[in-house]
Structure formats: structure tokens, C-alpha cells
């Protein structure tokens, strides 16, 4: 694999890693008897759905995603250094809670930025794929909810 390729891959995992951590941490704070929400960010799963799919659609669908990708390093540089800013408020001395609030801001406005980008992005996917490869995409949306229930199933049913 070469290093361009390696470096994509470095990048998918930052960014799904830093998406997946705020959103488990919003939804820790805000969901209803302090379960996550049901998906952390949709756009995630069309990373599954590509990963299955045939040589031939990856390159079909691939235009997209690398236009995407280019554009990531800035994103996951803000998010870095958002997080530095969170880092550096809370060790310092003595402790300004006006700095913090501000660093968290800084933070959560360059994740919405970012997964405004990544909602953008599933929109053109979808609208390249074919209902068969969306199906696959719901599926793949809806992988690690609680207790592998997803939202189409009833009660007491037993999971797909």
C-alpha cells in the first residue's frame, strides 16, 4: 500500500475517531436515560458500505470521496488544535473557566463544520448509489446500536 494510500486511511480513522468521541460524549450528556443515540453520525456508515462493495463501484463512487478527502487535513488541523485549546484551559493556572468555555466552542463548532462537510458528502454518495447500495448504507447506519436493535424493530423482537 503506498504512503498516499496509508494516509487516507490515517485520516478516515482520525476523523471517525473524533467524530465517534463527541458524539458519544453529547449523546452520553443529552440522550434519553444516558444512552448514546442510536447512530453517532450517519455519514460514517458509508464508509462500511464502500469498504463492501465490488472494485468497479469503489472507483465509480470515488471521485467524491477523494474530492472530500483533500479538503479534510484543514478540518482535522482546526479539530487538533481545538483540543489543544480545551487541553491548555483546563491545566491552566489558575484555572479560567471563560478560556474553557471558549475552547469548547472553538471545538464544537469545528465538528459541526466537519460533519456538515461529512452530511454534505453522504448526500452526493447517495445520490450516485443505487437503491440496492442504499439499503446497504441503511444497513451500515444502523450497525452498533444498543443491544443490536434498530429503530424497525419492535419490542421483544429478536435482532436481524
Known sequence: MGSSRWLLVVLIAS???????AGFVVGRLSGPDGLAPASL???????RVLRELPEARREA??????????????????MREAQRQINDALAAEPFDADALTA????????????QQANHALL?????????????LLIDAMTRGRPH??????REGSPPR
Not at 103 to 114: H, N, P, V, Y
Open 148 to 153: 443490536g436493535r434498530r429503530s424497525d424493530q
Open 61 to 78: 463512487l470515488g471521485p467524491p470521496l477523494r474530492d472530500h478527502f483533500r479538503g479534510l487535513r484543514g478540518e482535522l488541523r482546526r
Open 123 to 135: 448526500v452526493r454518495m447517495a445520490r450516485a448509489m443505487t437503491a440496492e447500495e442504499r439499503a
Open 103 to 114: 475552547a469548547l466552542g472553538g471545538f464544537r463548532a469545528a465538528l459541526l463544520d466537519s
Open 15 to 21: 476523523l471517525a475517531v473524533n467524530l465517534a468521541l
Open 41 to 47: 453520525d450517519p455519514s460514517l456508515g458509508m464508509f
